[in-house]
T-cell receptor, first 114, second 113 residues
């Protein structure tokens, strides 16, 4: 158990819908990262927040957005869902915001878009 | 931009045999290198990491990896594989002042009795 929690574990929804994925980082960690894992794209970095502020962006679609709240939990919002958005979404957390800070991964949320 | 190549998509190894997973990276400066393992239905767990210093790093679960700058490689090894080592293994690279990790495509390890 990494100490990172993600809810829900599974999510099934229809095209065009909007969903919110939630992540609680390990106690004391200030950084939260979101990754998408799909069969065709592999593990792709989406976005990082550090202490409430956006720190880095990766291959995140405009239909996707995220935020980190004062209690440091984070939410990833996916809207206008398409079939291709079906994937495993991971949240990771670390103490700091540099590459030397170990990222601890949550168990993931499996999103299925029908 | 950094990138990672894991040439082997799938490896099958007998229990008790040695295991080596290959990882090649592309990055202009000194990379930060990681190996993660993902068991079925689980998140990723860090096995080991290399930032600087001794090029042979020890990790958890009996794994080790060797950084070879001349070959741009960071191969993962285990002398004797256990059935519980069956999983998917990911090599990742990070860099100073770059917050994200870039992952390889992963290598699936199957352990046969």
């Amino acid at each position: 158990d990494s100490g990172v929690t993600q809810t829900p574990k599974h999510l099934i929804t229809a095209t065009g819908q909007r969903v919110t994925l939630r992540c609680s980082p390990r106690s004391g960690d200030l950084s939260v990262y979101w990754y998408q894992q799909s069969l065709d794209q592999g593990l792709q970095f989406l976005i990082q927040y550090y202490n409430g502020e956006e720190r880095a962006k990766g291959n995140i679609l405009e239909r996707f957005s995220a935020q980190q709240f004062p209690d440091l939990h984070s939410e990833l919002n996916l809207s206008s869902l398409e079939l291709g958005d079906s994937a495993l979404y991971f949240c990771a957390s670390s103490v700091g915001s540099t590459a030397t800070d170990t990222q601890y991964f949550g168990p993931g949320t499996r999103l299925t878009v029908l | 931009a950094q990138s990672v190549t894991q040439p082997d998509i799938h490896i099958t190894v007998s229990e008790g045999a040695s295991l080596e997973l290959r990882c090649n990276y592309s990055y202009g400066a000194t990379p930060y290198l990681f190996w993660y393992v993902q068991s079925p239905g689980q998140g990723l767990q860090l096995l080991l990491k290399y930032f600087s210093g001794d090029t042979l790093v020890q990790g958890i679960k009996g794994f080790e990896a060797e950084f070879k700058r001349s070959q741009s490689s960071f191969n993962l090894r285990k002398p004797s594989v256990h059935w519980s080592d069956a999983a998917e293994y990911f090599c990742a690279v990070g860099a100073f002042n770059d917050y994200k990790l870039s992952f390889g495509a992963g290598t699936t390890v199957t352990v046969r009795a």
